[in-house]
């Protein structure tokens, strides 16, 4: 999941995400694994791509993805929950790149086997809600 927000715009957080969500993605294609990626903003969730076996990506993949808008953290993690349940013959995993700047801590997606919270959040006062996230769902937090 990637939080595509207008908040990631700030400071190259959303550059640094895609910098991100490529180096995963070539990891998964190196595994031989299944890949989906659900980009969230304003009162959008968009299946950006769908469930597949992982390839080859490059930077003109992430290149069109733009911030702005709000966060619906909560649709997207209901999104995530309906991908994830459909594919129960795999361990599944559920990452969140996101600078956490939304109001809204919906409960861990039950169909998530593993979920890590990657925080790119840069604010002068931080918010440290990815943080708080990871920890209400006992998932992985990693600072980018």
């Known amino acids: 999941m990637l939080d595509c927000s207008a908040s990631m715009r700030h400071d190259g957080q959303l550059a640094r995400a895609k910098g991100q969500l490529l180096a995963l993605m070539q990891e998964a294609y190196q595994r031989r694994d299944?890949?989906?990626l659900l980009c969230f903003a304003g009162d959008v969730v968009e299946l950006r791509?769908?469930?597949r076996r992982a390839s080859?990506?490059?930077d003109d993949w992430v290149a069109p993805i733009a911030a702005g808008g709000g966060t619906p953290l909560?649709?997207?993690?209901?999104?995530a929950q309906q991908l994830l349940a459909k594919h129960e013959s795999r361990q599944r995993w559920l990452w969140l790149?996101?600078?956490g700047r939304s109001n809204e801590s919906p409960a861990r997606p039950a169909?998530?086997?593993?979920?890590c919270v990657m925080d790119f959040e840069r604010a002068?006062?931080?918010?440290?809600?990815?943080?708080q996230l990871a920890a209400q769902w006992?998932?992985?937090y990693l600072s980018a």
């Open 124 to 131: 002068r006062t931080p918010l440290h809600r990815a943080r």
């Open 74 to 79: 909560a649709l997207g993690v209901l999104r």
């Open 97 to 99: 790149l996101t600078d």
């Open 138 to 140: 006992d998932a992985r």
């Open 56 to 58: 080859a990506w490059n």
């Open 49 to 51: 791509l769908p469930p």
């Open 111 to 115: 169909a998530a086997d593993v979920a």
């Open 34 to 36: 299944h890949v989906a």
